[in-house]
Structures are given as C-alpha cells and as structure tokens.
C-alpha cells in the first residue's frame, strides 16, 4: 500500500509508503492520500490528521518514472493528472479537521508543497526543505498557490525563484514550519502539538480554518462582514453551548 492509516487515540496518522524511492508524489500516492482523507474525514472518531513518511525521507515529490513521460504524455493527459494534484494539496489545505506534517526528512518540491499544505508542519533539524522545480524547468504552479499565504511574497519568491533547499532553521525563521525538533522526536512533536489543537471543540476548529482560508482574499469590507456571520452562527452550536455549560461548571468540556 502507498499510504498506511492508523490510529494514535483521536489522531489517525497517514504514513506515506515508497521508501525505496523516497516517497514521491507517483499517482498512486495521490490517489492512496484522497481516498485516505476521504476516510478520515468521514470517520467521527478521528480529530486530527498527521502526514507523516516512511523511511529516511518525507516525501522526494515528483516519481522519476512519471517524470521521464510528461514532456510526450500529450495535453489532456497532463492536464489530467495536474488536476489530481491539485485536488491533493486543495484537500489537505482546505481539510475541515487539524492537519500536521510531520517532515522526519528531506520534503522536496511537491513533497514540500503537501507538508505545506497542512494546518501545521513540525520539521527534523537534521531535513532540508525547498521547492526545486525551476530547477529542471518545472513551475511550482501549485505550490505556489499556498506557498506564498503561508510565508508571505518575498519568502516566497525567494524559494521559488532560486530552487534552494533551505535548513531546519531557516525553514523556520521564514514560517514554513512550526517547530524544529530531532529527527527522533518528530512523529512525537507532530501528536502532541495536534492533541493541543484538537482540545478545542470540533465546530470552532473547523469554521477558524474556513475563516482563515477565506480572509486573504477578501477586503476589509466583506472580511468583516463575513467574521460577523461566523460569530452569530457558532453561538447556535452544540459545542458552544457545552463549553459555556463547562465554564460556568469548572469542568473540562465534553466536546
């Protein structure tokens, strides 16, 4: 299998599988990863998702093989299969519950792009990181799309424009991760700091990422129109109600 699923507790922790050749993005491991997170969201048990790969590396991102026939696969063939790539980092970025990338090594050009995609990413301070597609002619088109929400215009276009692959700690100082901890503790970082996240109630967490999605492209205007319908709504909910009960009843909410 391309993608193994179990489950730590409410934590269900998607491994990327194809060591031997670093874990690239072949279409395989696509379709492995949707299906994976269509399972993950449908499941009511499950919180929070972590990406994680199997092996010395995250994920090398394009499969070499495939690379080899892209330039004579043909226009819709391409089209076709830049479409499921692009519906993987949609889902991943876009996906209603907490995701964590847990990068134990090197995640390059479309492996960078799918840890980038998650809500949060934990980094080994041994890995590199980097998006390396202008380095064959390639376009990080994709990536580009949610590199740049997360690290801004000028980090983003020195990653993109030079191809580089960056350090731990300068992965960190540019905000493309979260925390820096040793390959060893990586897998451990990224549930702790998911079970953090998800002791939050479920409804709140799940409209914050919507919110946070939507307001980069909208004016102040309408980003605040849009916060004053998300306040009124969340009030009507379950989960609202609950935590208010457990306030008042000084005892941990029961979300």
Known sequence: MKVLSHDRGSIRILTLNDPQRRNPLSPEMVRGLLEALEAAEREPTVKAVVLTGAGQAFSAG????????????????????????????????????????????????????????????????????????????????????ILVRNVGEKHAKELLLTGKLVSAQEAYRMGLVNRVVPVEQVLDE??????????????????????????????????????????????????????????????????
């Open 62 to 145: 394009a499969d070499l093989e495939f690379l080899k026939t892209v330039t004579t696969a043909g226009a819709e063939a391409n089209y076709a299969h830049s479409r499921e790539l692009m519906r993987l980092f949609h889902r991943v970025y876009t996906f209603p519950k907490p995701t964590v990338a847990a990068i134990q090594g090197p995640a390059v050009a479309g492996g960078a792009g799918l840890a980038t995609a998650c809500d949060l990413a934990v980094l080994s301070e041994t890995a590199r990181i980097g998006y390396t597609e202008v380095k064959i002619g390639f376009v990080a088109a994709l990536v580009g799309v």
């Open 190 to 255: 990224a549930l702790g700091l998911a079970q953090e996240v998800i002791a939050g109630a479920p409804t709140s967490l799940s409209l914050t990422k919507e919110l946070l999605n939507a307001l980069p492209g909208m004016g102040l205007e309408d980003g605040f129109r849009l916060a004053t319908i998300a306040n009124a709504w969340v009030r009507e909910t379950g989960d609202l109600a609950e935590g208010i009960a457990a306030f008042f009843e000084k005892r941990p909410p029961k979300f």
